[in-house]
């Protein structure tokens, strides 16, 4: 076999991140192999192994370095680690043939070429890559083959390199590529490493000759069943830590079009699509900008882990974001704008790939059978357009483009049809969208028409999710731009700000068309009695439109639609009502999970904010799809209740007037109705319990939890603490009842018992009675947010009495628990705490903002009761990784803290304690 150098050819080591000869030196490593030749070396193996793992190193640190130097420079660093990797595979191969198994005259049968393959076969290598090789033999593999082909495999593995091999002749490549496409796709992009080169030339001949000649269509079908498996293991486009490899939108897709265009047209190079007319040349630029963008994202991914690292968690995301240098700016975070930035790249690779496969498709895609053609109904669609396999596409450009209302027109005739739109007319839509300017969507006809696709063919999703996608909505609302693909940083979104707006729609279109009556009976039956849906679907469309800007976004949103809602044809009063719904779009959300709506104070503010059922039963509507459209996780039943209960009370105040909120009122009732339920208890009984409480209790609590207490508190004997564990299934929780002689601390003992048994609570409240007793109510979840199981309530309830009975140190036993997973480290949630004497009658409301940890609630009821404050009510909303818990408190001698000094005490010790709990979750 001829002896191989490493002079590399001049393709190799064209357009690297650097030098050839500072990646690899050639000449030093023929130096050592002639030392070792002439027997200078006692081992030689040694010798040149740990020549080569030196020179790895030097390479991998040289090629990282300039990569860092110049961070979006992926296609110069893929080469620079695939021709590092040529080098250290072929010097390896001469240390097996030339040293450890020399042979100066083989055989016909001890020919050998090797092959690199996949990924390391189109010469593209991430840091971490594997590096997949064919050892290809004339015949079956002879002795001295097998030596070679374990001597080089070693050596790659001693250098630490994941190498996947196989040793096969062209026969078996043939064969085994007809029942394998993973096999057949890695063959595709064989690359000629060194070794026979007319063996190589016969794998090549035989492939295409025997393999994939013929078998195109079958190749694309595999591809794309393939991609689809991929997408759904995966998730869609938008997933919060996507993976760069396999995800939508990923490097996966681009290669799988190159893969089939390589397939189907022979192409070597993908610039070669578009003289096949598969890509214009924008299209072609925005293919390689994406490539590159991923591989970058890549590269940095497995160069920050030091492994083959393809997720961007949310860890990572701001490491590579910071290796990529981005910065913050204008309010929003570096991670926040690189992530962003992918999304938009995944987006182009999805409509690329659309465009891709539609040309494919009317070259392979087979005919229907003639009887079918024959009997199958064709659907009519207007002047102007036409189907094409089952796609609406246009006649004739020119007449087209002639009306530029043809723009929005063409995605009425869609959901009209109920057909998806022709990637070629999706193609002339999207280069041409100069023709919506400032006379375009001024025009009445145009607004009609962009409010019709929302309002009139019951689904507006579809049609917002493909005119966002090709650019018509952020060119008829420009300012909705600025949101396109739009990530925030956080735990609580599963969407980009433009999909959210999409889902959150989406939601709508399905409680109009009743789909959702039984979740959502309320707001079902809102849209049902009838309301503005003009005002309604704007609201939602532009609710969220001034995100990213550092202002708050309600209020800066609510000022943009004052200039958009004329824009979309709305007349003045609606413009109102919508501007009206942004600003305030959070507020019944707040009111809901942040304060006490048993409280009547919280009820008479909010009502007083509303004013009207008209705006309550919008704001209603616009809060439930918000919520829905944040992540399929997020709405459950505990805020369904929140948000019903705190709509029919302001609902009965406006129409009833507010004196029907009144504790008196409701106390009564409240007794009323506990009499009727414990109806054969002894009427004694019933009297002491009725007058040993409070009137908060009376109004804070269903009737299920005073019946549960009755029973708690009935024959209590006295030191005990009595527990009632139950499910409560309305609320997707586990209701938790304690009854016990009141003392100071009790809560924060309570709390720390439920954060020792890894319970989250979501609720609280806590009442003392006449008599000396305190009854606490917590609701609690599990690790997954559900109800305890009926079957984990004995063991739940045996760990909550034996933390309480002081078998267990909480303070302790709580640091193990108390821990920040190492994905989430990342997100920043600045600590807010503010004081609220305007939000009860009868208490302070202590507002903490920060972030969420299993020992914080815990922290803080130990913290405010070392300070001797009363805690009446703990209401706790959790939104991802950050927490507002909320306080109704008291002094010891039951008043508000009404001076300064106090409350900055209280928040200076409560600020205290959350540092400390973060230092010691960081352990």
């Keep these: 076999m001829t002896e191989l150098t490493l002079d590399a050819p001049d393709t190799r080591t064209r357009n690297l991140i650097c030098a050839a000869s500072d990646i690899f030196d050639g000449a030093a490593f023929d130096a050592a192999m002639l030392s070792a030749k002439n027997g200078a070396a006692t081992d030689v193996r040694a010798d040149i192994l740990g020549h ?33 990797t040529d080098c250290l595979v072929r010097s390896a191969l001469r240390l097996a043939q030339d040293v450890l198994h020399p042979n100066p005259t083989p055989t016909q049968g001890e020919k050998l070429a090797v092959i690199a393959v996949g990924g390391y076969g189109r010469g593209e290598m991430a840091p971490f890559s594997d590096v997949d090789l064919l050892f290809l033999t004339p015949y079956k593999i002879t002795p001295w083959a097998e030596s070679v082909i374990e001597a080089t495999l070693y050596v790659l593995w001693d250098l630490k390199l994941k190498v996947g091999h196989a040793s096969r002749t062209v026969r078996d490549c ?60 995966q998730g869609q486009r938008y997933v919060v830590e996507p993976n760069v490899k396999e995800g939508k939108g990923g490097l996966r897709d681009l290669q799988s079009l190159f893969w089939i265009g390589k397939y189907t047209h022979k192409v070597q190079d993908p610039a070669e699509l578009v003289s096949l007319g598969l890509f214009t040349e924008e299209e072609f630029d925005a293919f390689v900008t994406a490539e590159d963008f991923l591989w970058a994202a890549r590269c940095h991914l497995h160069l920050l882990t030091g492994r083959p690292t393809e997720q961007l968690s ?69 002047a102007g357009y036409r189907v094409i396999h089952n796609r609406l596409a246009i006649n004739d450009d020119t007449t087209f483009l002639a009306d530029p209302l043809n723009l929005l027109h063409i995605f009425e005739e869609g959901l009209r049809t109920g057909m998806l739109i022709h990637p070629d007319a999706m193609r002339l839509i999207a280069s041409n969208l100069h023709l919506i300017d400032d006379a375009f969507r001024n025009t009445p006809e145009a607004q009609r028409l962009f409010l019709d696709l929302m309002l009139k063919h019951g689904n507006p999703e579809r049609a917002l999710r493909r005119m966002n996608e090709l650019g018509v909505l952020s060119a008829f609302i420009p300012e909705f731009d600025d949101i396109v693909a739009m990530m925030q940083f956080n735990m609580y979104h599963s969407y980009t700000v433009d999909e959210h707006t999409i889902q959150c729609i989406a939601q709508l279109a399905m409680i109009e068309k009743e789909e959702l009556v039984e979740d959502l009976p309320v707001a079902s039956s809102i849209l049902k009695r009838g309301v503005s849906r003009r005002v309604l679907y704007v609201a939602l469309l532009l609710h969220d439109i001034a995100k990213g800007k550092p202002e708050d976004h309600a209020i800066l949103g ?83 209740v929140l948000i019903r209960a705190l709509y029919r009370q302001t609902k009965r105040a406006l129409e009833d007037g507010m004196e029907a909120l009144t504790r008196h009122n409701r106390g009564t009732e409240a007794k009323k109705d506990l009499r009727a339920a414990l109806s054969d208890w002894p009427r004694k009984d019933l009297q002491t319990e009725t007058a040993r409480h409070y009137d908060p209790y009376w109004q804070g609590l269903h009737v299920t939890a005073h019946v549960a207490i009755a029973n708690l508190l009935r024959g209590h004997a006295g030191n005990e603490i009595a527990i ?20 100071p601390g009790i809560f924060a003992r309570l709390t720390g018992a439920l954060a020792l048994v890894g319970a989250n609570v979501v609720d609280a409240r806590s009442y003392t009675t006449k008599d000396g007793f305190v009854t606490d109510v917590f609701w609690i979840q599990d690790a997954d947010g559900n109800p305890y199981d009926a079957a984990r309530l004995p063991r739940l309830r045996k760990m909550i009495e034996r933390t309480l009975a002081g078998e267990v140190v909480t303070r302790e036993a709580i640091k193990d628990r108390d821990k920040v997973k190492k994905r989430e480290k990342a997100f920043k949630v600045p600590t807010h705490i503010t004081f609220d004497n305007d939000g009860s009658d009868i208490y302070t409301i202590i507002e903490v903002d920060t972030r969420d940890r299993a020992g914080l609630l815990y922290d803080l009821t130990r913290t405010l009761a070392a300070s001797n404050v009363y805690i009446a009510n703990a209401v706790i909303a959790t939104y991802g990784e950050q927490v507002v818990d909320t306080f109704y408190v008291k002094d010891m001698f039951g008043l508000k803290y009404y001076t300064e000094s106090k409350q900055k005490t209280l928040e200076k010790r409560l600020r205290t304690a959350i540092t400390e709990g973060v230092e010691r979750a960081k352990e």
Aim: one cysteine or more.
């Design 52 to 84: 080569l793992k030196d020179a790895q190193t030097q390479g991998r640190a040289r090629i990282a370095d300039a990569f860092r130097a110049d961070p979006f420079a992926s296609r110069a660093t893929i080469r620079a680690y695939s021709y590092l």
């Design 558 to 640: 609510a000022q943009m639609a004052r200039k958009i809602g004329p824009r979309l044809g709305l007349k003045q009063d609606e413009v109102d009502t919508v501007e009206w719904l942004i600003r305030y779009h959070l507020l019944m959300s707040d009111m809901a999970q942040k304060r006490d709506i048993a409280d009547p104070r919280t009820v008479r503010d909010f009502a007083k904010a509303v004013q009207t059922v008209k705006r309550l039963d919008l704001l209603c509507v616009l809060t439930v799809c918000d919520i829905r459209g944040v992540g399929p996780d997020v709405w459950n039943n505990w805020k369904a």
């Design 314 to 382: 949310f860890d990572m995301q701001v490491a590579v974001a910071e290796a990529m240098g981005y910065k913050d700016k204008a309010g929003r975070r570096g991670v926040e704008i690189f992530m962003q930035a992918f999304f938009r790249e995944a987006t182009v690779v999805g409509d690329l790939t659309r465009i891709f496969l539609t040309k494919l498709e009317a070259v392979h895609l087979k005919d229907e059978p003639l009887l079918e053609r024959l009997f199958k109904r064709k659907r009519k669609v207007k």
């Design 724 to 743: 009632d564990l139950h499910p409560d299934e309305d609320r997707d929780a586990t209701r938790a009842c304690f009854a016990m002689p009141d003392h």
């Design 174 to 233: 043939i064969r085994l590529g007809t029942e394998d496409f993973t096999i057949r796709t890695a063959m595709l992009e064989h690359r000629f490493l060194f070794g026979d080169e007319t063996l190589a030339a016969e794998l090549d001949t035989r492939l295409q000759a025997d393999l994939f000649a013929g078998t195109e269509r079958q190749f694309i079908e595999a591809k794309l069943a393939e991609r689809e498996a991929r997408h759904i293991r």
